[in-house]
C-alpha cells in the first residue's frame, strides 16, 4: 500500500526560530511528486512547496525548504525565521505517480510570540 | 479569477436526507477530486474524475456518488445521509497528474 506518514501530531517553536516537520512514505513507484500543504484556522488549503522525486536538488521557496531523502522515502519540510503566521496544520502529501493525491494526518504547528 | 467554488459552505442534515454538493471551478483544469477531512485523519479520496464523463472511486466512495458532465462541475451527492458522513469536504482540481491541486474552501457538513 501506499501511504504518507506524518509521526509529530504537534509541534511549537518561538518565533524566528527554525522548525522541521518530519514525513516518511512508502511507495514502490520511481516517479512521483510530494507536496507541503498548509492550512491555517481559516481552513484553506495552500500549497507550501512540491519536489519532483526525479530531481535530487531540494525544493526552496522563500524560507520554507524540503529535505528529500528518496532512497530513505523522507520528506521534511524545514521553516526558517518562523512567523506567526505560520500557525497552521501541515499535510505532507505525494500523487504517487497517478492522479490521486493521499495526505498524512497532519502536524499541527503552533508559533509563540 | 474564481478558481474552485464550492457550495455551500455549511449545511446541517437529518438521518436520511439527500443533498449534493457542489463544486465548479474556471481554470479548464481536467483533474478534480473530492476529499473528506474528519480528525486526526488527514483528507482521504472520495471520488475524482480525470475529464468529463469519467469518475472513479477512491479510497472512501460508500455513500457517495459523483458526476462530471462538463469540464467545470463536479458535484458530490450523498444519496441518504448518516452521521458518519459527518465531516468537512473539499473539492479540487488541477491541470495535469504533475501540477498542484487548487481546493476550494471547504464545506462542513453535520449530519445530527
Redesign the interface.
Known sequence: AQTVTQSQ?EMSVQEAETVTLSCTYDTSESNY?L?WYKQPPS???I?VI?Q?AYKQQNATENRFSVNFQKAAKSFSLKISDSQLGDTAMY?C?S?F??????????TRLTIIP | NAGVTQTPKFQVLKTGQSMTLQCAQDMNHEYMSWYRQDPGMGLRLIHYSVGAGITDQGEVPNGYNVSRSTTEDFPLRLLSAAPSQTSVYFCASSYSLDSPQHFGDGTRLSIL
Not at chain 1, 97 to 106: A, D, H, I, P, Q
Open positions: 501530531p511528486y507536496f481552513r484553506q488549503m500549497l512540491r519532483e499535510f502529501a500523487n505517480g497517478n492522479e490521486k493525491l493521499t495526505f498524512g494526518t497532519g
